[in-house]
């Protein structure tokens, strides 16, 4: 029995320890997708904040929201995250920085339905879990069992301990706002081809009709009330999609513009082939069937800043 | 209720506690009552297949034992295969013989309207209908009294920890444990959850990790080159064995707990030096399930080369098809019996000749044996991973022909890590029988491999990873 107390002492005490040590090389690492790049984001103090998923990441480029809006931009769009992440990250960076003038917020089909996956992406914003409410309220909402796991320090850097060691105490080049270039064109047979053979679960159209998160809308709304107390304009960005499905994109529209009625002061800006058929049905402007590449993205983020200045 | 999941963490802590507070007359009932649960967790109703096959097997057993006429005897244990088989075919089978039927219908024009059924697979099947079966068989054959206890009996078809993955215990070894009163033991607590720990850290850490990498290739592998194949090949061999050697582990971890000891399921496989002695490592309790069921009752080895060979291919389509209702599956098995009957064609052969294998080969030799035998059962996985023929053979010819950059992942790092140390671990344990011999072990070594087992999975695995292969079967 001494022994097995013992045992348990011991887990806990090197649980702590590791879990402090990880928790230090975390903070002194700016670079890397699993945690690095989040941390450099957060000591960012720009004028426009873009967030969102890769569709932020690959495509909005903040050299040209500065060019022609004359206001700094970064660009903290993560790969693989959505949503949950964004709102998550911005509760940690508003607690860090004065308000930002502008908030881009990139927003598709499925991006405020509830999504199993969803919660267990933003796993990555757990070192920061004693920080923030909401960081804690939304990853303790994946499990019943989540509050007891985030108990254990080393868990907090679940999958991320390989990338911290690969780019512990790295940071990124002067002047890096964020953006991750996409070379290369899409070949719409083999892309096409690829989509079809992925497990999806779900098609667009069915995507389109699931009704709205109550727990993401809450999110927003908090969003916009908050966003709008301190001056910041928030633009909720839908961007191109190769392909899309029309049908599908309409009925999304017309149920995120009845729920942003009710939230006044998010401008929902729509850049796709809806909007600019003659520009995004051209391949040669993505890189695969949900991304732009680099011509495609400074024509995307060239007519944010034409809306965005319209709008101001 | 996955064992790598917290539900079944607590499902554990209260059941073990349960156990140890409940008085022996009690701890069936609350195991059996565990059980139930745990089943239910997946799909409720596909308990009452399972009470069909218990109540069949229970009834046959009593009088297959009860009945001194060996005609009636023959005729409880044919009408209880039957009937138990007749379960597994309608869930498993009849939609596979039925789209086989309407193909060659449609071949010949003719008109066939028989649909296919639309109901899920209950979990584990394929492994309670054996155990269940082995029990039947064990009772005709004189070698196991029928038990009159229905409680026991259900539980020993059940019994939570191997309900749904094995390893298919017989009755010889599981069912008397049941009656046998056990004892709190701090000792072999210690022993069950590191053996368990061992277990989730393959699965969660090693298994899941290289899924994530399998999974990406497999599933688009027509746009993947022949280099990329083939490292998905072998992550895909390695995810199996982590899988479900991982499961294993865990079961026989658990119920260690317990007191009740379960057969060992794998033992180092891909360390074998030939085929038939990779059947003797690799799932265990099913290989030796079609042993003395299957091939010792078609005459085993005591007959002639061509029916001996006939036995062998038998018994691996057999294994093949019990897997899965599916062609890719008894190719999969008719691989290995053919790897089998070229082996004891080599032994003949060799023996003809008069060339003498030397009595201890030297490491070289023993090294080329380990890969040439890993390389044919990596060849074999394939059938195993892809769901049609077509595919298969695409991607074994393209494998064989390794062109092209790698497609990297940086999960990747992880899972070839993870592979190295459990080659490693297995290595040791097999060399050490760790898991039998851990109390001689310090106290110090001891805790040092919980505490690195333990924080590799927190650290390192994977969230939500997949389910375990062998659930399908």
């Known amino acids: ?312 | 209720m996955l064992f790598n999941s917290f539900s079944f963490v607590s499902f554990f802590g209260v059941v073990t506690l349960l156990f140890f507070v409940l008085p022996h007359s009690l701890r069936w009932l609350m195991l059996l009552l565990a059980s139930c649960f745990f089943y239910m967790s997946f799909v409720p109703i596909y308990i009452l297949i399972l009470a069909v096959t218990i109540i069949i097997d229970y009834g046959a057993g009593i009088w297959i034992e009860d009945t001194f006429d060996p005609s009636k005897k023959k005729i409880f244990l044919a009408l209880s295969i039957v009937s138990v088989c007749a379960v597994l075919f309608v869930f498993k089978y009849f939609n596979f013989f039925n789209a086989n039927v309407a193909a060659l219908a449609a071949a010949l024009h003719w008109n066939y309207p028989i649909e296919a059924l639309r109901i899920a697979l209950p979990i584990g099947l394929s492994f309670h209908t054996f155990q269940s079966l082995s029990y039947v068989i064990e009772v005709y054959r004189g070698r196991q009294k029928a038990e009159h206890h229905f409680g026991i009996y259900a539980l020993y078809v059940m019994y939570f920890p191997q309900l749904v993955a094995g390893p298919i215990e017989r009755p010889q070894n599981l069912l008397h444990q049941f009656h046998e009163r056990k004892y709190f033991d701090l000792s072999r607590l210690q022993d069950g959850l590191s053996l368990a720990l061992w277990g989730l850290f393959k699965k969660v850490v090693v298994a899941d990790s290289l899924a994530i990498y399998v999974d990406t290739i497999y599933n688009n592998s027509s746009y993947h080159n022949g280099a990329t194949l083939l490292v998905a090949t072998y992550c895909f061999a390695f995810q199996i064995y982590c899988d479900f050697s991982g499961y294993s582990d865990i079961a026989r971890g658990v119920s260690r707990v317990y007191g009740i000891e379960l057969m060992k399921n794998f033992d180092a496989p891909y360390f074998s030096r030939s085929i038939s002695e990779f059947w003797t490592r690799w799932h265990i309790s099913l290989s030796t399930w079609f042993r003395d069921y299957v091939y010792i009752p078609l005459g085993g080895n005591r007959v002639s080369s061509g029916r001996n060979f006939f036995n062998l291919f038998t018994v691996f389509v057999l294994s093949g098809f019990w897997h899965g209702a599916n062609w890719t599956f008894i190719l999969w098995g008719a691989l290995h019996g053919i790897y089998l009957i070229a082996e004891r064609l080599w032994g003949i052969a060799r023996e003809w000749l008069g060339v003498v294998p030397p009595v201890e080969a030297g490491p070289v030799r023993k090294a080329l044996s380990v890969l040439l035998v890993f390389h044919l059962v990596l060849v074999a996985w394939v059938f195993f991973r892809v769901s049609d023929m077509a595919t298969a053979f695409d991607v074994t010819r393209r494998m064989l022909v390794p062109t092209g950059n790698i497609f990297f992942d940086p999960i990747l790092v992880q899972g070839v890590l993870g592979v190295l140390l459990v080659t490693g671990g297995d290595w040791l344990i097999r060399r050490t029988d760790y898991w039998n011999n851990l109390c001689r072990y310090p106290v110090a070594l001891r805790f040092a491999t919980c505490l690195a087992m333990l924080f590799g999975i927190s650290l390192l695995g994977v969230e939500k990873g997949s389910q375990f292969i062998y659930f399908q079967f």
């Open chain 1, 1 to 312: 029995m001494k022994r097995t107390a013992v045992f348990l002492l011991l887990t806990v005490l090197l649980d702590q320890g590791l879990g402090s040590v990880l928790g230090y090389i975390q903070r002194q690492t700016f670079t890397g997708d699993r945690g690095g790049l989040l941390n450099y984001a957060l000591t960012q103090e720009p004028q426009i904040l873009v967030l969102g998923s890769s569709r932020a990441q690959f495509q909005i480029m903040p050299s040209v929201l500065t060019e022609k809006l004359g206001l700094t931009a970064y660009n903290a769009g993560l790969k693989g995250q959505d949503f949950l992440y964004a709102v998550m990250f911005y509760d940690l960076w508003k607690r860090r920085h004065p308000p930002t003038k502008i908030l881009v917020l990139t927003i598709d089909i499925e991006s405020l339905i509830p999504r199993e996956t969803e919660v267990n992406t933003a796993h990555l914003m757990a070192p920061y879990i004693d920080e923030s409410t909401l960081v804690r309220e939304i990853l303790y909402s994946d499990s019943p069992f989540k509050r007891f796991e985030y108990l254990a320090r080393t868990y907090r850097f679940n999958g991320s301990v390989l990338s911290l060691a690969n780019h512990a105490f790295h940071r990124p080049p002067n002047g890096y706002d964020g953006l991750t270039v996409t070379p290369g064109a899409l070949d719409p047979v083999t892309e096409t081809g690829v989509l079809n053979a992925l497990d999806q679960d779900r098609t667009a159209f069915e995507m389109a009709q699931v009704p709205f998160s109550p727990q993401k809308l809450k999110y927003l709304r908090a969003l916009a009330e908050e966003t709008s107390r301190n001056g910041t304009r928030l633009f909720l960005l839908h961007t191109p999609i190769f392909r899309q499905d029309e049908a599908a994109h309409q009925v999304w529209v017309d149920k995120l513009r009845a729920t942003l009625a009710g939230m006044p002061g998010v401008q929902f800006v729509d850049i796709c082939i809806a909007t600019h058929p003659e520009l995004f049905t051209r391949p040669e402007l993505y890189r695969n069937l949900n991304h732009l590449n680099r011509a495609g993205a400074e024509i995307m983020t060239g007519l944010l800043a034409a809306e965005t200045k319209r709008r101001l």
